[in-house]
Structure formats: structure tokens, C-alpha cells
């Protein structure tokens, strides 16, 4: 009995099917860990957008903004993203990860306060994702955020900042105080009543309280409905509602307050969801319908697919991000009432794109050449102060800024600077066909054909002196 061949054999064998077991595995897994949650096909809106925004995460757990050439945390757009992925019941896997990149001790402590620095606006919004992911509000990352928030309130119910640096409160901070509390079993009279003491006669709601004049916009009323239902103050809501319909424009789209009053996706999304809440649908549906006509669809590029643009005049991913994250609660009909994780997809799905059939096959030399993809038409995106989404409150804010600026972080207002891409389509499952064939599989047959000749011929191999002293 030869011996040494077999323990060769047994020694080689293993050796070659790791080998294989190596070359097949790698080529199997994407790049990135992450990327393999993104395998997903899918031909919902909602579900295609909060795949887009799960990508845009840096490191698939946060988003930063960048201010004169420094990158800072965005606890705010963050926060947002969650609830998204929650509202789309996909990407729970980024939600995860962007929930406990919130609750680590720099990163909350830098977007609540600290010391003698305390703020309404991100107690209020880091309890509702709390709340929505399934913790306990009043231990997150080893803070009470339901305590918190409450001690910010004052005697007439408004909830307010406390800060060397004034206080910054508004009425959309007020409103998600509301509806997190609510969301957690808490008494929110006070602050219901103050909320809707706030409202304009025109039946809207104004972003900053006691004016001189009372100036109703879309985003803040859409925050202020779902808090005023949330409370059980029908009367109120429903006079919001009101002025959201006359307000709506007849493309269906919502404009907001100074330079964000142009059609924007953003103050839509806002609506949409108050809309729908109050179970006015033929309103909401006209809002949604605005909405999927600035998603990137197929006939965009693939990177953008599932996005949703800040307007109609073209793709900036600088506005896209918080125009996406605010526009899939209202694509998905799931309000801020009712967003949670219970039974959530893991993965972010990407918006399928089927090519059409070909009406002719291939020559033989035709098959062996990468087709011609046609690109979209580019048109020059508009930098629009109302589009930069991005400007963040100093510590000294609330860090509840309007839909069309940044949930407030420690940091200053960000770089509007950004790159120009092709103009929306609509989120249409169909588009550019998939061209160019993928060399990787032959790759891989190759590699298995020579790895397995390598293993085979040793193992045949006559015995040689050294074999037969093994014996």
C-alpha cells in the first residue's frame, strides 16, 4: 500500500479545495460586506429609494457634512435615513448600524448637548428612532431621551433649548416632541395645547413661534398634523389639512417658505405624509405622483437609481440624500405615527431594470464584443439655495431645521458645491438595457479547471525516492 501517496493525496486535496473554495468565494462576494444586502430586486418606489439612501451611507452607518473643507457628523439626516428604512420596511441591516452609530457617547452627546447645552429638536427626534427601532427611549447609548425632553419643557408647553446660545426651538421639533412622547406613553397636553396655539388663520402652521406675523408653510404643517392627530386635536388637524390642500400646486407638489417656495420634493413629502395621515388620499396620491416623477428610474444612471431629485431640474446628490429620505415615508403611505422595524428586509433592494427583448440575435462577432449602452441626456443640474438641504445649525440650535435644511449638528452651514448629473426619470421599472458581458465567470472556470489539473496531476504522480523512503 502506497502510503505517501495517499498522505499526499489527503494533504494536496484539501489544499486544492480551499484553493477553489477561495477563488469561487471571492468571487462570489461583493467588495464590500455590506454590498451583498444590496442584492435585492425591486420594482416599489418606496423600496428602490430607501435602497439608494442605504448606500449613500459612509461606511453603511452614517452621513457627514462638509464644512470649509471639514467633514463633520450628520446626526440629523441620519436620524431621518432610519426612519425611511423603517417606513419602506427594507434596510434593516443600515438601520442598525446608523442607530448605533447614533447612540455611541460622541456622536449623541455632540447632537444633544452636553454640560449646561441641551436641545429639544434631537431629544425629540432620537426618541422617535428609538422608539421606531425597537429600543427603549430612556436608555439609549445610556441616556434618558424621554427625560431629557421633558425636563425642556416649559410652563406654557413649548419645548425649548437650553443654551448659552439662545434658544432655537421651533414649531417642527415641537411637533416631533409630541409624537415621540406619544409613541412612548407619555401625557403630551401641554405641548399639544402650545402646538396648537401656534396655528395661523389661514389653518397653517409657522416654523418659528410668537412672530409678529403669523406665516403658515407647507413643511412645518406637515409636521404639525401628524403631532395634532397623534394628540387626539381633530378640530386642528383637520384645518391644517385644509390649508395643505389649497396649497397644493397643480402638479401635485408643495413648495415651502423664502427660497425653498418653488415646487421641491422635500416640502412634498412633508405634505404627502400629513395628507395621508388625515385620510385625505386624493390629495396625498397627487403629492406621491410628484414625488415618482423625480425618481431616477432606469433610464438614469444605475448609481442613481431609486434616488429622488430636489426638483425637476436636475440630479444633485447633495440635495437627493434628504429629499430621498423624506420623500419614502410618503411613497410608502407609513406616517411618523406608525414607522417601526417589525418584520423589515435586510437588505437595500435595488430598482430592477429587465432589457427589452432584442429583436434580432447577435452575429457571432457581434457576441463577442461589450454592446453600446445609449446614456441618458445630461442637462446642468440648478444650484439652488433652496436645494441645499445640507446647512447645519451651530451647537447653539435645535437641530430641527425645515425639510429643506439639515437636522442641526454641532457644525456650521455645509458646502453647497456639487456635480452635475442627468436629469430625473421617472421611477419606471423598465429602461437602458443591461449591456456588456461579465468576464468574471470565465474567470473563475478557469481558475477551478487549473487549480483541479494542479491537484490531479500531483496526485497521479509516479512515486518518487522520497515516496518510497514515506513508506
Known sequence: MNTGRSTRALIILPAVLVLLTAVFGAAAEPASGLASLASAGTENPAEA?????????????????????????????????????????????????????????????????????????PHAKLALVAIAQGLNPRAFGGVNLIEGLQALRAPSGRYSDRSAYGDFSNAIGQSLAIISLVRAGENVAAGAAYLAGSQCADGGFPLNFEQPTCASEPDTTGFAVQALLAAGHADQAGAALDYLEAAQRDNGGFGGAGPTEPTNANSTALAAQALRAGGRDHAADAAVAYLTSLQIGCAGPAEQHGAIAYNGTGFEVSTATRATAQAVPALSGTGLLDVDNAGDAVAAPV?????????????????????????????????????????????????????????????????????????????????????????????????????????????????????????
Open 49 to 121: 429609494a430607501a435602497g439608494w439612501l442605504a448606500r449613500q451611507l459612509v461606511d453603511g452607518e452614517r452621513f457627514e457634512v462638509e464644512f470649509d473643507g471639514v467633514t463633520y457628523p450628520d446626526q440629523g439626516l441620519t436620524a431621518d435615513a432610519v426612519l425611511a428604512f423603517g417606513a419602506a420596511d427594507v434596510a434593516q441591516e443600515f438601520a442598525g448600524r446608523a442607530t448605533s452609530w447614533l447612540a455611541s457617547p460622541e456622536i449623541l452627546t455632540g447632537y444633544l448637548g452636553s454640560g449646561t447645552e441641551s436641545y429639544a429638536g
Open 351 to 471: 430598482l430592477t431594470c429587465t432589457p427589452p427583448p432584442s429583436s434580432t440575435a447577435p452575429s457571432p462577432s457581434e457576441s463577442t464584443t461589450s454592446s453600446t449602452t445609449s446614456s441618458a441626456t445630461t442637462s446642468t443640474a440648478a444650484s439652488s439655495t433652496a436645494a441645499s438641504s445640507t446647512a447645519a445649525s451651530s451647537t447653539a440650535t435645535s437641530s430641527t431645521a425645515t425639510s429643506t435644511t439639515a437636522s442641526s449638528t454641532t457644525t456650521g452651514p455645509a458646502a453647497t458645491a456639487t456635480t452635475t448629473s442627468p436629469a430625473p426619470h421617472a421611477g419606471s421599472a423598465s429602461g437602458l438595457p443591461t449591456t456588456g458581458a461579465s468576464t468574471r465567470l470565465p474567470l473563475w472556470i478557469g481558475a477551478l479547471l487549473v487549480l483541479a489539473g494542479i491537484g490531479l496531476a500531483l496526485v497521479a504522480r509516479q512515486r518518487t525516492p522520497r515516496a518510497d523512503a514515506e513508506r
